[in-house]
């Protein structure tokens, strides 16, 4: 195991529910709702506290992986009269990108095995260019091509960096890096169902089930960047459960109301002490 990174995958079968061929994984009985969101918060050192999908009675088969990463900076970054951290070792450089021009790139230093780099380019460019100038960058110092203090801007101010002339005493070396970062925190929930080789993965898990399926495939992500180190995790599930049954025909009364002049709407609360107390009313003027 990685000393910082955990990973994990987990797969659980309802009760009564029969496979028509093996899969690659382990399935344990189908918890509660609560066993999936401790196994989540388990294996994510507490991040993420709740699994991202919802079983109900449909539900007949639940996938899931979990990945955590908690790397710490070799030495806390301090503040500066910005409210940025400021970073004074670790990589930085300025470098020349096929995919966005120029980009300024920060890594703080760490001992737990897990390089976490900034890149930022000038405003304008698209996010998908720079994540792929990013890919580029990165790609770029493992080979050896781009080195710590890189700077492939001539002698000139840009985007994201200025160069200024400063008075230096002793053996400081001929450039002086300072990168100013901030903290964040991000948390989201994205639906993967339609996202590439989620659907050929979901059919091969649907054909080992001898009902009528369908799948759903959801992840939890949380992120946070601070002076002490990167936090970030995110949990992945997959839900395989009974498709919807097709409604049966039969013939009723149909009652049409129409609310196309002005009404009033009201929402009363219900249950125990509340029973009955009036909560919103508005009066609608339809347009």
């Known amino acids: 195991p990685h000393p910082t990174i955990g990973a994990a995958v987990a797969g659980w079968l309802r009760s009564g529910v029969e496979l028509t061929k093996g899969l690659p994984i382990v399935l344990d009985p ?3 709702q609560a066993g999936l969101d401790a196994w989540a918060d388990a294996h ?3 991040l993420i506290t709740e699994f991202p999908l919802e ?3 449909r539900t007949l088969l639940v996938l899931a992986s979990a990945l955590v990463v908690t790397p710490r900076w070799s030495e806390q970054l301090e503040e500066g009269e910005d409210g940025l951290l400021v970073l004074e070792g670790g990589f930085q450089a300025v470098v020349a990108t096929e995919a966005a021009g120029a980009v300024a790139v920060a890594c703080p230093p760490s001992e737990d095995g897990i390089s976490v780099y900034s890149v930022i380019a000038e405003e304008g460019v698209s996010a998908d260019d720079v994540w792929r100038a990013a890919d580029e960058v990165v790609r770029r110092i493992d080979a050896g091509e781009v080195h710590d203090r890189t700077f492939d801007a001539g002698q000139e101010d840009g985007h994201a960096w200025t160069v200024r002339e400063v ?3 002793g053996s400081a070396p001929s450039d002086r890096w300072r990168s100013h970062l901030p903290e964040w925190s991000a948390e989201d929930r994205h639906d993967l169902s339609a ?8 059919r091969g898990v649907m054909a080992a089930v001898a009902e009528e399926t369908e799948a759903v ?6 992120a946070s960047y601070d002076r ?3 936090k970030a995790a995110a949990v992945t599930g997959m839900m395989v ?3 919807a049954a097709a409604p049966r025909e039969t013939t009723v009364r149909q009652i049409d109301l129409r609310f196309d002049r002005p009404h009033a709407v009201v929402a009363v609360a219900r249950g125990g002490a509340w029973e009955g107390i009036p909560l919103f009313g508005s009066w609608v003027t339809p347009a």
């Not at 495939?217 to 949380?222: I, L, N, R, T």
């Open 30 to 32: 189908l918890p509660d």
């Open 44 to 46: 994510t050192r507490g």
């Open 55 to 57: 079983i109900d009675a």
């Open 167 to 169: 008075t230096a005493f």
């Open 195 to 202: 996202a590439p080789g989620v659907a050929e993965i979901a």
């Open 217 to 222: 495939c959801v992840q939890k992500a949380v």
């Open 228 to 230: 002490e180190g990167f």
């Open 241 to 243: 459960r009974a498709a």
